[in-house]
Structures are given as C-alpha cells and as structure tokens.
C-alpha cells in the first residue's frame, strides 16, 4: 500500500457503501411488537448476555437486530466464532467491519470506518491494525468470508404504526456520520433530514457507527422523524459509565429502566443501558488486547472511564430538539 493509499485508508467512503434514502420506501423486511436494535457489540460477550437476558424478560417476543460492527475486539478464531453463532440466531445487518472482513481483496479502506478530520491519524491507524488482525482470525474460520458479505445493509421494520429504518451509519451511507450528535446541530442538517424523510418515508431511523448515543425526535415539513442512534452497545457511551446502551422500539412501556425515551404514536422508542459484567470483559479484552496492543491503546481507558461525553449532554440535546418540535407543532 503506497503512502497516499495508507494514510486515506479508514477515512475514505467505499462507493459501495453508498445508497439511496429512497431505497428504505419498501415493504417491511420486520414485523415486530418489540424491536431490540443492537449497534457496535463489538464482540463484547457478557454485554451480549445482557441483551439476550433482556429480551427474554420481554413480555411480548422481542426481535433483536444486530445493526453492524458486532466484531472487533473478539480478534481469537474461537472468540470470533463464538460471536457469530450467537449473533445470526437474531437478524443481523453488516457494518463497516463485517463489510471489509467479508471482502476477498483489500480494496484500500481500512477499516470502513470512514473517520471524520476530527479523529487524529493514529486513532486511524490503529483501527487498521485491528482489522488486519481479525482478517487474520478468518483464516482458520472456512466459509466466514461468504456470509459476512451476504448480510444486508439496512432493514425496515414496523413496529405499530412506524416504519423503522434500521442503519449501520445513516440515511444515505453504511458509515455515514450524519446521525453523530454533532452533525444534527451542523449547518444544513434540517434541510438534509426533511429530504431523507421525503425520500424514505421513515418515522424512526435506528442506527450506530458513530459510538455516541443521540435520541432525537423533530417536527419537520415533512412529518416528524425520530433519530435513535445507540452509540456503542460494547463500550461505555458516557463519562464515567461502565454500560453500553441498546435502542428499544415497542408498543409496550419497558420492563427495563430507560436513560432516556420518547413515545409517539402509541409507540415506545427508549434508550436502554446495558449493564454488562464490567470486570470480566476487562479480563476478556486484556487476554485478546494487551497493554501496548492497538485496541488497548486506542479503546482501554474509555472501557474503564468512558468517553468525554456525558449523559448530562445527552439528556440535555435530546430535551433541547423535543421543546422545539413541542413548540413548533403547536404553532
């Protein structure tokens, strides 16, 4: 890989990543009265025991999705089986990870994940090493290689009277960041969602890529449209937290405490933490990822810390945007 090649690898938007919002104006793929929508596992098992363990106590069967990324850390043959044997019990959608794993040549993107100029460059690089790393797991994995790419890319499901768009990254793009809490506050993301909700015809967009969580509902021209973005269901989204969150989607009040949620239409859309054994997934990734390793040195202190951003923040964005959509449906 020459230079040029390598320092754009992981930011550079694969054009088979792209697609049409207009593509989710189709029949449902998902019927469903309970909709679990699981981003960025991140082969964290005792978190996939958590949402396992959560949807059985539903009250109503639950449909679980998989939105993507559901491996990195789990760079062991036997760990990287063992997540996918779990994972297509459910349904499951590929995100950037699953897309490049499943690849038969390197095409050059890293690891998809398509960084914003924001993350510095040897965030980049180290994401690439990890990525080489799991490539390497398929070599003792016969066949894996086949169903990674066979996965689809977005789901539409309906649950009561919503359509649901489940996504990797966003409307338009598998790794798109236009669902990240800050690209919704940017210049021209009103403009850019009223046309995604013309084009798609979707009430609710689920989706993750970004690993910081956004539950926002705005009144658009166009209709209203909720945005439940989980940020990580593997790694701490909040300061100061040792939880991952999941997006629930129901027409029944949760049986589980929600960080945050709106209910519209007779429907609930809920943020839901994830509490997940924080010692031995730290025992886990350590035996995988040692002091020096690139995911240690990328990933350790958020999963002991978290990340700078606050559920304060979260909280305060998502009341924010549902004052202005009160005020500006009443006017």
Do not use: K
């Not at 035996?287 to 559920?311: K, L, N």
């Amino acid at each position: 890989m020459n230079e040029q090649r390598a320092s754009a690898a992981g930011r550079v938007c694969p054009a088979d990543y792209r697609y049409p919002a207009a593509a989710l104006r189709r029949a449902p793929e998902v019927r469903s009265e309970t909709l679990y929508v699981v981003g960025g596992l991140y082969g964290n098992r005792p978190a996939l025991d958590v949402v396992e363990a959560m949807a059985q106590s539903e009250r109503a069967e639950t449909t679980v999705v998989f939105n993507g990324d559901f491996h990195w850390f789990d760079a062991t043959p036997e760990r990287f089986a063992d997540i996918s044997g779990r994972v297509v019990r459910h349904l499951a959608l590929r995100g950037n990870v699953e897309t490049e794993l499943g690849r038969a040549h390197d095409i050059g993107a890293g690891c998809g994940c398509t960084y914003p100029d924001a993350v510095d460059q040897g965030t980049v690089d180290r994401s690439n090493l990890i990525l080489g790393r799991l490539r390497g797991c398929l070599e003792d994995l016969p066949g894996m290689r086949d169903v990674l790419p066979a996965l689809p890319m977005t789901l539409l499901a309906t649950v009561g009277p919503l359509r649901v768009g489940i996504v990797h990254g966003d409307a338009e793009s598998l790794a798109g960041w236009r669902f990240a809490h800050d690209a919704l506050d940017a210049s021209g993301a009103r403009a850019w969602l009223e046309g995604v909700r013309v084009a798609s015809g979707v009430d609710v967009f689920a989706s993750s890529h970004t690993c910081l969580p956004v539950l926002r509902d705005v009144a658009l021209e166009a209709g209203r449209l909720t945005i439940a973005n989980n940020g990580a269901a593997g790694m701490p989204s909040f300061r100061d937290t040792c939880h991952g969150i999941l997006t629930r989607i129901s027409i029944h009040p949760s049986p589980h405490p929600a960080i945050h949620g709106v209910e519209r239409d007779g429907v609930f859309i809920e943020a839901l933490p994830i509490p997940y054994d924080q010692r031995r997934w730290l025992r886990e990734f350590v035996a995988i990822w040692p002091p020096g390793s690139p995911a240690y040195e990328s990933y350790f202190r958020r999963m002991v810390d978290g990340p700078q951003y606050t559920r304060s923040e979260f909280l305060a964005a998502a009341g924010e945007v549902a004052t202005v959509a009160r005020r500006e449906r009443a006017a």
